[in-house]
């Protein structure tokens, strides 16, 4: 499960990508946010996801041209 504190690192990863690639539109950056942040589901130990995401969500970004 994931608690609040999770989901706000994450929408501040989604905000601060969203900045890092503005040719690519808000939804496409949380789609992809999600995606990556989808793979951690039932992971226990939760402290490093925000930072894995991230690092993943650029990975992919900047394959689409971002």
């Given amino acids: 499960m994931v608690d609040s504190n999770e989901w706000a690192a994450i929408e501040q990863v989604v905000d601060r990508l969203t900045q890092s690639y503005p040719s690519l539109s808000q939804d496409t950056v949380t789609q992809v946010v999600h995606h990556i942040h989808a793979r ?17 969500s650029r990975r992919e970004l900047a394959g689409l041209g971002g």
């Fill in 40 to 56: 951690f589901d039932g992971r226990p130990v939760r402290d490093f996801v925000p930072l894995f995401v991230e690092r993943g």
